[in-house]
């Protein structure tokens, strides 16, 4: 804003964001949920801040793929029969976020690396 600025109905002026309770939707492939349940713990890598890891744990797994849940799903109606792997939302929650995001550089919309461990 400046002054003499004019505003207009509905217009975003201010942006707040807790820092305290952020998490990550990993969309994994349908392969790779198999052995995944919640309650895993997950080790999250931030690009954005030098590859900095996090601690998490798999707190949701979608009920569906991101295609069917799309309001307009795709209809591959093409007459091949070519398998395309689905995506799975899942939704990891950051654990111990307090001490480790301590200097709050943590933003969301980062780019992450998560790694389940489903041993």
Same mark, same amino acid.
């Given at each position: 804003? #400046?002054? %003499?600025?004019?505003? /207009?109905?509905?217009?975003? !002026?201010?942006?707040?964001?807790?820092? *305290?309770?952020?998490? &990550?939707?990993?969309?994994?492939?349908?392969?790779?949920?198999?052995?995944?349940?919640?309650?895993?713990?997950?080790?999250?890598?931030?690009?954005?801040?030098?590859?900095?890891?996090?601690?998490?744990?798999?707190? #949701?797994? %979608?009920?569906?793929? /991101?295609?069917?849940?799309? !309001?307009?799903?795709?209809?591959?109606? *093409?007459?091949?029969? &070519?398998?395309?792997?689905?995506?799975?939302?899942?939704?990891?929650?950051?654990?111990?976020?307090?001490?480790?995001?301590?200097?709050?550089?943590?933003?969301?919309?980062?780019?992450?690396?998560?790694?389940?461990?489903?041993?």
């Amino acid at each position: 804003m #400046q002054v %003499g600025a004019n505003l /207009g109905v509905g217009q975003d !002026l201010l942006t707040i964001i807790p820092l *305290t309770d952020l998490w &990550v939707t990993a969309n994994f492939k349908e392969t790779q949920i198999d052995r995944m349940h919640q309650g895993q713990p997950v080790t999250i890598e931030v690009d954005a801040l030098g590859g900095r890891k996090f601690s998490g744990r798999v707190t #949701q797994i %979608g009920g569906a793929t /991101g295609s069917r849940l799309s !309001l307009f799903p795709p209809e591959n109606a *093409t007459g091949n029969y &070519v398998k395309v792997v689905q995506r799975i939302p899942v939704r990891i929650d950051f654990t111990n976020l307090t001490q480790e995001n301590s200097d709050q550089k943590l933003r969301p919309g980062f780019s992450v690396v998560p790694d389940v461990r489903v041993k």
